[in-house]
T-cell receptor
Framework: GAGVSQSPSNKVTEKGKDVELRCDPI?????LYWYRQSLGQGLEFLIY????????KSGLPSDRFSAERTGGSVSTLTIQRTQQEDSAVYLC??????????????????FGPGTRLTVL | EDKVVQSPLSLVVHEGDTVTLNCSYE??????LLWYKQEKKAPTFLFML????IEKKSGRLSSILDKKELSSILNITATQTGDSAIYLC??????????FGTGTSLTVIP
């Protein structure tokens, strides 16, 4: 079946260039998360979209990072003027609603395969 | 099709109980298996397993990988309410792609 897809799977870019990473969530999922996985570290939260609400951008590391979600579906993460420390795997996840423990609030979270970004 | 399956989907236990969470994977060119704990926005890293049969421990948590069975378990002993979270399992391949399970929701009741 159709899961969360991300493109490209790999991206190599030169320092200073802009990149766009795309996430196609599962149809009907209202919540969409972007994370970053750097080498040897845990997942770092970047941004969260929930329905038509204003996104939670509290995890974006700098103003070079931005994301949008058009029509409540596809999301694009844009990194401007890339730096070498931006090199990481960027993961997208979607769910029916907010993630949280406990049977009353838990909704399965589906992750995409990630985009591996390498900034030279 | 590469995939990771976790069980159970959700679990409710009392403080002091021991729980075992399961993760099975079918991933071509498998490299490693990772466990995360997710309470709020971002999952926090728990363990990375690459070798079969070697248990990793951190306090009351432990995990082991069985490459023959293509599976891993995460054990939590003497559970506490602070252990309530979603536990995610992910398998990576040699191309550094991630395959996540949908998680096990653990609720620990006082």
């Amino acid at each position: 079946g159709a899961g969360v897809s991300q493109s490209p799977s790999n991206k190599v870019t030169e320092k200073g260039k802009d990149v766009e990473l795309r996430c196609d969530p599962i149809s009907g999922h209202t919540a969409l998360y972007w994370y970053r996985q750097s080498l040897g570290q845990g997942l770092e939260f970047l941004i969260y979209f929930q329905g038509n609400s204003a996104p939670d951008k509290s995890g974006l590391p700098s103003d070079r990072f931005s994301a949008e979600r058009t029509g409540g579906s596809v999301s694009t993460l844009t990194i401007q003027r890339t730096q070498q420390e931006d090199s990481a795997v960027y993961l997208c996840a979607s769910s029916l609603a907010t993630i949280g423990p406990g049977r009353s609030s838990y909704n399965e979270q589906f992750f995409g395969p990630g985009t591996r970004l390498t900034v030279l | 099709e590469d995939k990771v399956v976790q069980s159970p989907l959700s679990l409710v236990v009392h403080e002091g109980d021991t729980v075992t969470l399961n993760c099975s994977y079918e991933v071509t060119n498998f490299r490693s298996l990772l466990w995360y704990k997710q309470e709020k926005k971002a999952p926090t890293f728990l363990f990375m397993l690459t070798s079969s049969g070697i248990e990793k421990k951190s306090g009351r948590l432990s995990s082991i990988l069985d490459k023959k069975e293509l599976s891993s378990i995460l054990n939590i002993t003497a559970t506490q309410t602070g252990d309530s979270a979603i536990y995610l399992c992910a398998a990576t391949n040699t191309g550094n792609q991630f395959y996540f399970g949908t998680g096990t929701s653990l609720t620990v009741i006082p």
